[in-house]
């Protein structure tokens, strides 16, 4: 079984691949692909305030 991170990293924010992927709602796939980079955007502001 493939997991978000596994269909994120090989497809990337597409959503209908995600979600064919997973066996997920393209809503839900979608909700999934926002968070992740919400994350990943803050980590990288985070990253780059300590470094100020």
């Given at each position: ?49 300590r470094r100020a």
């Amino acid at each position: 079984m493939t997991t978000f991170i596994e269909a994120f990293t090989k497809y990337g924010p597409d959503v209908e691949r995600i979600a064919a992927a997973l066996g997920i709602p393209a809503p839900e796939a979608d909700r999934l692909v926002s968070r992740e980079m919400d994350r990943r955007y803050h980590a990288r502001i985070r990253g780059e305030r300590r470094r100020a």
